[in-house]
Each structure stands twice: as structure tokens, then as C-alpha cells.
């Protein structure tokens, strides 16, 4: 099948895009990996395509004080060999598993954000580091921090007139760790199931965000600190990751029975992904937690 007949524009400015967006039934496309084949299929007719990719000021990524701002054209690829991209470690985990290198050579960060496939890898992680979307309209700028973006299955609070600028997100900081994990039958298939994981430590003080995806509409995140002071109690304070990944496992299956909420599919029943979950969590959170400690105690020596 061949993509319906569509008009194609391919502007040079933000302000060109924004204007162009004002047209009923445009869409942007940035690197294609998702949107041409939704139009060759025909699940989508969009009377006029906006490619972004000759706007100079959308290809930058940069780092800004605590943040690292990632323009809509850069590809997910760049921030896996650029440096400054080194400071969100969480991006750098999971990249590796975001399709095939050649996917990710084209396809863009702000792009797997804006398509928001409740299986995306990115998606995941913006919502575990709490993310913020910057949107331009013709009418100006907007921002919305990650818990409230993601709306549903491939769907968000973009306007049709609006584009994913950039996405913000936060530099991590010392006595941080994270950890990133999925299940897919095949490498570079979307998962089944995945977590990101985000542990701060400050002296006696631990806190632990999961992120879990493939398992609802859009990206779960829970709060995991009770989970993992429980399993700090059994072992001590500074226990090897092999010993805190039993103690979380006792703790794991709660979290998972509450945040997989997919009716099944033909990939997996819920009690499967269930299953996953929890064993990703209890592996993931362990790791976070180690790679906080360590990272704490190098700002300490420093
Ligand atoms: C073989 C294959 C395997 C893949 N495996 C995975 C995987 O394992 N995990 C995963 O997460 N992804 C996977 N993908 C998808 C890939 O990551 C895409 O690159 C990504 O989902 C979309 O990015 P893109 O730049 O290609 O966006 P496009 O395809 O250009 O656009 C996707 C959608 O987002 C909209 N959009 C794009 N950019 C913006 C913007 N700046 N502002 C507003 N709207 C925008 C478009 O209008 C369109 O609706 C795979 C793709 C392929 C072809």
C-alpha cells in the first residue's frame, strides 16, 4: 500500500512552522521512523507534512545550568555518542534498547515523546526524571512537566497547531543512581514490559522513583521509597546489590499488581507482564540504589 496523496513543506524557521501548523491537517515530521509507516499504511491521512529538519535553532542540544534541553531534530543517536549527554545517565541506559541503530540514526527524542507509544522506551524516561515539554504555538510558549503530558495510547496534550520544541531534562545530581530494564522476545522489538528507575541518597535520607511502561495507556510512575526502606531494614545500609535485589523482591509484587493495569494482548496476559515487572523492579531499583550510594560517596571523597 502507498501513502495517500499529501502536500509537503519544509520550512527554515520555528515562526514558518508555527504558521504552517495554523493549516487544518498538517503534521510534522521529524524523523519518519514512526509516522511513514503509519502513512503507508494508511492509518493516517494528514492533508500536509512539516518537515522540521532546515530549522537551524531545533537541531541544538545543550546543556543549561541543571539541565539538558534536547531540541526536536536531534536524533536519538547523537545523544548516545554526544558528551553532554553524558549527564542524564537514565537517557544513556535506555537508548540502547530503543530499536536498531539505524532507527535511531533518524528517529528523534522529541519525536518518540510526541508519538507517545505506551511501549517507548523515551516516553518512560521522561516521566521517571519528571521531564519538561516545551510547546510552540503561533500564540507562544508553553510548558508541561511530564506527569502531565502523557493523556493516553498515543496520545498527548499537543495541540494540532503545536510543536514539540524541546524537552528538558534534569543534569543528574551526586547520590543519584538509575537504572533501566525491559523484556522484549526479540532485541530492538518494542518490550513487553520495562521499568526506569531513579534513587536519590542524601546522608540517612533514600528516595526511589519507578517508571514502568508496556503495561498501561501511558507511563506509570510510583513512588518505591517505603519499598526500598523495607528492604534496607532486612539488610542493613550498605548491603551488595545481590542481597538488597532478594530483600526488594519480597516487596516488588505489590508494586507490580498495582501499576499493570492492560486488559493483555497477544504478546502477554497482565499476570505475565505482572511477573515482569516486579523482577525488573526489584533488579532495577537494586542497581539505582548501589550506583546512588557510589555516586554519594564520590562526591564525599572529592
Ligand atoms: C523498525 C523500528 C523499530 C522501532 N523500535 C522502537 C523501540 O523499540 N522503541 C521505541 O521507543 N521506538 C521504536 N521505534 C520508533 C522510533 O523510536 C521513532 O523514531 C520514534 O517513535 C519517533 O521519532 P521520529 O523522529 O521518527 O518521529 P516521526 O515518525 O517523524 O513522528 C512521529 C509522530 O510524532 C509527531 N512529531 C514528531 N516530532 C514532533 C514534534 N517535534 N512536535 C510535534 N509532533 C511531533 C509526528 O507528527 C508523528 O505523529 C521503532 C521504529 C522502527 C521503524
Same mark, same amino acid.
Given at each position: 500500500?502507498?501513502?495517500?496523496?499529501?502536500? *509537503?513543506?519544509?520550512?527554515?524557521?520555528?515562526?514558518?512552522?508555527?504558521?504552517?501548523?495554523?493549516?487544518?491537517?498538517?503534521?510534522? +515530521?521529524?524523523?519518519?521512523?514512526?509516522?511513514?509507516?503509519?502513512? #503507508?499504511?494508511?492509518?493516517?491521512?494528514?492533508?500536509?507534512?512539516?518537515?522540521?529538519?532546515?530549522?537551524?535553532?531545533?537541531?541544538?542540544?545543550?546543556?543549561?545550568?541543571?539541565?539538558?534541553?534536547?531540541?526536536?531534530?536531534?536524533?536519538?543517536?547523537?545523544?548516545?555518542?554526544?558528551?553532554?549527554?553524558?549527564?542524564?545517565?537514565? +537517557?544513556?541506559?535506555?537508548?540502547?534498547?530503543?530499536?536498531?541503530?539505524?532507527?535511531?540514526?533518524?528517529?528523534? @527524542?522529541?519525536?518518540? +515523546?510526541?508519538?507517545?507509544?505506551?511501549?517507548?522506551?523515551?516516553? =518512560?524516561?521522561?516521566?521517571?526524571?519528571?521531564? /519538561?515539554?516545551?510547546?510552540?504555538?503561533?500564540?507562544?510558549?508553553?510548558? @508541561?512537566?511530564?506527569?502531565?503530558?502523557?493523556?493516553?495510547?498515543?496520545?498527548?496534550?499537543?495541540?494540532?497547531?503545536?510543536?514539540?520544541?524541546? @524537552?528538558?531534562?534534569?543534569?543528574?545530581?551526586p547520590g543519584?543512581?538509575?537504572?533501566?530494564?525491559?523484556?522484549?522476545?526479540?532485541?530492538?522489538?518494542? =518490550?513487553?514490559?520495562?521499568?526506569?528507575?531513579?534513587?536519590?541518597?542524601?546522608?540517612?535520607?533514600?528516595? #526511589?522513583?519507578?517508571?514502568?511502561?508496556?503495561?498501561?495507556?501511558?507511563?506509570?510512575?510510583?513512588?518505591?521509597?517505603?519499598?526500598?526502606?523495607?528492604?534496607?531494614? /532486612?539488610?542493613?545500609?550498605?548491603?551488595?546489590?545481590?542481597?538488597?535485589?532478594?530483600?526488594?523482591?519480597?516487596?516488588?509484587?505489590? @508494586?507490580?499488581?498495582?501499576?499493570?493495569? /492492560? /486488559?493483555?494482548?497477544?504478546?502477554?496476559?497482565?499476570? *505475565?507482564?505482572?511477573?515482569?515487572?516486579?523482577?525488573?523492579? =526489584?533488579?532495577?531499583?537494586?542497581?539505582? *540504589?548501589?550506583?546512588?550510594?557510589?555516586s554519594e560517596s564520590e562526591g564525599r571523597s572529592r
Amino acid at each position: 500500500m502507498k501513502a495517500a496523496p499529501f502536500a *509537503y513543506v519544509r520550512p527554515g524557521t520555528v515562526a514558518d512552522v508555527v504558521a504552517e501548523l495554523s493549516r487544518e491537517g498538517s503534521k510534522v +515530521i521529524a524523523g519518519g521512523q514512526s509516522l511513514v509507516p503509519v502513512l #503507508a499504511m494508511r492509518l493516517g491521512r494528514p492533508a500536509q507534512l512539516i518537515d522540521i529538519n532546515a530549522v537551524p535553532e531545533l537541531s541544538a542540544l545543550s546543556r543549561d545550568n541543571g539541565s539538558l534541553r534536547v531540541g526536536a531534530t536531534v536524533r536519538q543517536r547523537q545523544l548516545q555518542r554526544e558528551q553532554v549527554a553524558a549527564t542524564v545517565p537514565l +537517557i544513556r541506559l535506555a537508548l540502547p534498547w530503543v530499536g536498531h541503530r539505524e532507527v535511531r540514526s533518524r528517529g528523534t @527524542v522529541c519525536g518518540s +515523546i510526541a508519538h507517545a507509544d505506551p511501549s517507548a522506551e523515551l516516553p =518512560a524516561v521522561a516521566a521517571c526524571l519528571e521531564a /519538561t515539554m516545551v510547546l510552540t504555538s503561533a500564540r507562544g510558549t508553553r510548558q @508541561v512537566p511530564a506527569v502531565d503530558f502523557f493523556t493516553g495510547a498515543l496520545s498527548t496534550v499537543i495541540e494540532p497547531e503545536e510543536l514539540l520544541s524541546e @524537552v528538558v531534562f534534569p543534569v543528574a545530581k551526586p547520590g543519584e543512581g538509575f537504572g533501566f530494564g525491559e523484556f522484549a522476545r526479540r532485541h530492538g522489538d518494542f =518490550a513487553l514490559a520495562g521499568v526506569a528507575v531513579r534513587v536519590r541518597t542524601t546522608g540517612e535520607s533514600v528516595d #526511589a522513583r519507578l517508571t514502568c511502561f508496556g503495561v498501561s495507556d501511558v507511563p506509570v510512575s510510583v513512588d518505591v521509597s517505603s519499598q526500598l526502606h523495607a528492604a534496607l531494614e /532486612t539488610t542493613g545500609p550498605d548491603p551488595s546489590r545481590a542481597d538488597l535485589l532478594s530483600a526488594l523482591a519480597e516487596h516488588t509484587p505489590d @508494586v507490580a499488581d498495582d501499576v499493570v493495569d /492492560t /486488559t493483555g494482548d497477544s504478546h502477554a496476559s497482565p499476570a *505475565y507482564r505482572r511477573q515482569l515487572i516486579s523482577a525488573l523492579a =526489584a533488579r532495577e531499583v537494586s542497581r539505582a *540504589y548501589v550506583s546512588a550510594r557510589d555516586s554519594e560517596s564520590e562526591g564525599r571523597s572529592r
